[in-house]
């Protein structure tokens, strides 16, 4: 199982990027796949997820904001930004994990198996 993620960059604040993450080595249309970020010094912290059946979670700081969805014919999930604030800033990782996740673990990192490599998004001010 491999997860590359990319579409990163450098933004000005209130602007947006779209990120993807391409999913390789099996079917993922059954998975649930989420999200995380994690800036420097800080812990990873959860951003968005999407069910098996595109049932979407998002963070607080993030909702309204940013939106996740999936298509399964290319084992692809994205997350699309807008607004952005540099408090965004941040390498952004995709994860996934065969089948469904119970709705209250699906915001936590152990929750999900596979991982990818991570994709740097920068928010100037």
């Known amino acids: 199982v491999q997860l590359q993620a990319y579409g990163g960059g450098l933004v000005q604040a209130g602007g947006f990027l779209k990120l993807s993450c391409a999913a390789s080595?099996?079917?993922?249309?059954?998975?649930?796949m989420a999200w995380f970020r994690q800036a420097p010094g800080k812990e990873r912290e959860f951003v968005a997820a999407?069910?098996?059946?595109?049932?979407?979670l998002y963070a607080d700081s993030v909702k309204g904001r940013f939106t996740i969805s999936r298509d399964n014919a290319k084992n692809t999930v994205y997350l699309q930004m807008s607004s952005l604030k540099p408090e965004d800033t941040a390498v952004y990782y995709c994860?996934?994990?065969?089948?469904?996740?119970?709705?209250?673990?699906?915001?936590?990192?152990?929750?999900?198996?596979?991982w990818g490599q991570g994709t740097q998004v920068t928010v100037s001010s």
């Open positions: 994860a996934t994990r065969n089948g469904r996740i119970i709705t209250s673990f699906r915001d936590r990192a152990e929750a999900y198996e596979d």
């Open positions: 080595g099996r079917t993922f249309s059954r998975d649930s």
């Open positions: 999407i069910s098996p059946f595109s049932s979407n």
